[in-house]
Structures are given as C-alpha cells and as structure tokens.
C-alpha cells in the first residue's frame, strides 16, 4: 500500500510540476555525497547568470546558479559540471570544447546521477534564433540559417541522443540518468516585444523546439532514461510572460538572449530534484 500511495503521489507530483506548479523538493531528496555528473548545452550551463562557476572555461559560461549546481547544493551531491555552451551531441562524446575533453570522460563507474541537457545545437535552435532576430532587427553579422542541414539532422537527432545515453551507461550503469529538456522559449501563440520573429520565423522555431522535445523523449523511451519535463513546465513561463524563465533576445549587457535566467534554474533544479525522489534506485 505504502509503495502504490508512493507512486501515485510521485506521479500527480510530476503531472503538477509539468504544468508548471512546482512543490519544494521533498527532504527525503537529499543524497550526502552522490556522485553527480552534470553533461549539457548552454541551457544546463547558465551564461550571463552570476556568479559564474569557479575555474570553469569562460567561454562554456557555467554559472553558480545553474540547475545542476542547485540540486547538488540542495541534495548534497558531489557535482562534476561539463556542462558548455555552444556543445553538440558531438562534444558529449566525442570533440573537445574550450580546452575540455568530449564531456563524456567525466563520468566514471562510480557516478551515480547524470542529467543530460542536449540535442538543441545540432538542430541549430538557439543559433537561428538569435539569426532570424538579428536579421529583423537590422542588425549586422547575423549569421544565416541552414534549413536544408537542420532537416537532415532532424533525421539522426533520435539516435544521437540514443547514443549518448547508451554511453553514459556504458560507463556508469548503476546511474540515474535525467534527460533534461529544453526551456519553452516561445510562447504558444504570437510574439512580444523583445522577440522580433515573423509569423513564419515563429512557426518554424516552435516547430524546432517540437522536434527536440520529441525526440528527446523517444531517447528516454529507447534507452529506460527518465524524462525531466523542463519544457512542459516552462510554457507559461516563455520570453513573453509576465514571469518569465527565460529571456528575451533584446536584454542589457551581460545577458544571453533567448537563455534562462535565474528563476529558471532554480524551477529547473527544483523539477529534477522531485523527479529524483519518484526514480527507483
């Protein structure tokens, strides 16, 4: 009785924090020094969000306040942090990065929690973005956009995200893996001030964002990792809302456009800590 009353409250828990209300992490949570290996994008680094990551590579922009250094403060884990902006699945597994060896060396027989946030560079989701907005804005070395590439990597997104989960097995079968996924950006319907986008340009971003939240999940499926709905619980939170998780492409210095700010992050850490308390060891 107690395990199927566990189960169903885990559940509604995760149902209610897809929509966007978020309980407080359960105490029950904390893991006094588990080994956590943090692998990802900008969007599990934290550029523009201070402090930044001591003795971290300033070009990967990993901050203090990221999600992966927020659940490890709040469960007290032991976080290796890889996490980098501008990284590909290729970058997981097998390229350097800013100095960095392929992400995929961090995590050894012993790590025991890794979160994956990944897939959104392959696509180029963040660079056309920042692409068409520049563009419609006037602005000057905006950078082109790719459609005929993003397609044939929309073909093979699936098995490269399949491919890092197997690898993180690989190495470490007795991990949880947490595939985190991108932040909603986008509201569902129309634009704001602060995101220059036309109809089309919007139409075709929410359609990346939709791919890669698929695939993602199909990863899951095909690999038995758990699914962190980041993206789901962040659609009333887009560039657009009055309490927005992420920002704008129009913000002051120091900030990134189109990335999450703070209260993002710490909603993020908060919907991986309630799903470590719902996955069976």
């Known amino acids: 009785m107690h395990a199927r009353r566990t189960a169903v409250l885990c559940t509604l828990s995760l149902v209610l ?3 966007g209300v978020l309980p407080a992490p359960a105490s029950a949570s904390t893991q006094a020094g588990l080994s956590y290996v943090a692998i990802g994008s900008s969007f599990a680094a934290g550029p523009g969000i201070l ?3 001591p003795g971290s590579p300033a070009a990967c922009g990993r901050s203090e306040d990221n999600y992966p250094n927020i659940v490890a403060r709040d469960i007290g884990a032991q976080l290796t942090d890889v996490a980098c902006s501008g990284a590909t699945t290729a970058n997981v597994l097998t390229d ?3 100095g960095q060896p392929p992400q995929i060396d961090a995590v050894g027989s012993g790590t025991r929690l890794v979160t994956v946030t ?3 560079n392959d696509i180029d989701y963040l660079g056309s973005l920042d692409s068409y907005s520049c563009q419609d804005e006037n602005g000057t070395n905006c950078g082109t956009v790719d459609t005929g590439a993003i397609a044939t990597t929309l073909t ?3 098995q490269r995200l399949n491919n890092v989960v197997r690898a993180v097995r690989a190495r470490a079968p007795r991990a949880r893996v947490l595939l985190v996924n991108y932040f909603t950006i986008l509201p569902r319907q129309g634009s704001c001030d602060g995101v220059p986008l036309t ?3 919007l139409g075709y971003e929410r359609y990346l964002a939709a791919k890669l939240l698929s695939d993602t999940s199909a990863a899951a499926r095909a ?3 758990t699914v962190v709905n980041l993206a789901g619980a962040s659609a009333d939170h887009s560039a657009c809302s009055a309490r927005p998780w992420v920002n704008t492409f129009d913000v002051a210095a120091g900030l990134v456009p189109y990335h999450p700010n703070v209260t993002g992050m710490t909603n993020a850490a908060r919907l991986v800590e ?4 719902c996955t069976v060891s």
């Open 17 to 19: 924090a897809a929509t």
């Open 51 to 53: 402090p930044t990551e």
């Open 96 to 98: 350097d990065q800013a």
């Open 118 to 120: 990944i897939g959104g």
């Open 156 to 158: 093979v997104l699936t």
């Open 199 to 201: 109809t089309d340009q």
């Open 223 to 225: 690999t038995g990792a």
């Open 274 to 277: 309630r799903a470590l308390t």
